[in-house]
């Protein structure tokens, strides 16, 4: 089955330096969503990419898909300690019936 | 709070027992999903309902478990006769699927089996 990879799996800053987590996958990705969870809290979504080399941008957050459509990446500029939690690319098929998550990077950032 | 809705939010049951989840999805979506979490992992997906039709279910999951969606409203996940590495977190999502499938996750429910 459809399998997405995530790296790094854990990344630690210091407040203000930048982010970036990569999504990968050996076949073309359909739909590609990120959500955040913060610790003990559930997947809250983030944005959905659909086409090949999309770019959307979010305040500090700049998410890309690649031309390919087999890779996306987050990117968060100037990170700030309310930004910490597991960032979760995610897969849901063109029939919107499988959300299929990669395993996470988790962002710790130290004030 | 017109969320996703999961009850009870913990269950601590002994090996062998049977244990049943709730959902209550967004009122308007038609669209609910349940994963199952553990700890340092990604959600994992087990089954989809649109409305009240059960349309997909994950070939890693064990007859033990089934799922319900009675109306199209709310769902109930159960799992019978409980194992230890059944303990995880079971998330609930519900989605309209309308243009931007976004999934709402609820709070989940906690399932620690000893």
């Known amino acids: 089955g459809q399998q997405v990879m995530q790296i790094p799996q854990y990344q630690h800053v210091q407040e203000g330096e930048d982010f970036t987590t990569y999504c990968n996958s050996s076949?073309?990705?359909?739909?590609i969503q990120w959500y955040k969870q913060r610790p003990g809290g559930h997947p809250v979504f983030l944005i959905q990419l659909v086409k090949s080399g999309e770019v959307k941008k979010q305040k500090r957050l700049t998410f890309q898909f690649g031309e390919a459509k087999k890779n996306s990446s987050l990117h968060i500029t100037a990170t700030q300690t309310t930004d910490v939690g597991t960032y979760f690319c995610a897969d849901m098929n063109s029939g919107y019936s499988t959300l299929t998550f990669g395993k996470g990077t988790m962002l710790l950032v130290s004030p | 709070d017109t969320g996703v809705s999961q009850n009870p939010r913990h269950k601590i049951t002994k090996r062998g027992q049977n244990v049943t989840f709730r959902c209550d999805p967004i009122?308007?979506?038609?669209?609910l999903y349940w994963y199952r979490q553990t700890l340092g992992q990604g959600p994992e997906f087990l089954t989809y309902f649109q409305n009240e039709a059960q349309l997909e279910k994950s070939r890693l999951l064990s007859d033990r478990f089934s799922a319900e969606r009675p109306k199209g409203s709310f769902s109930t996940l159960e799992i019978q006769r409980t194992e230890q590495g059944d303990s995880a977190m079971y998330l609930c999502?519900?989605?309209?699927?309308?243009?931007?499938?976004?999934?709402?996750f609820g709070q989940g429910t906690r399932l620690t089996v000893v």
């Open positions: 999502a519900s989605s309209s699927g309308v243009q931007v499938a976004e999934a709402f």
């Open positions: 076949t073309t990705l359909s739909n």
């Open positions: 009122s308007e979506h038609n669209r």
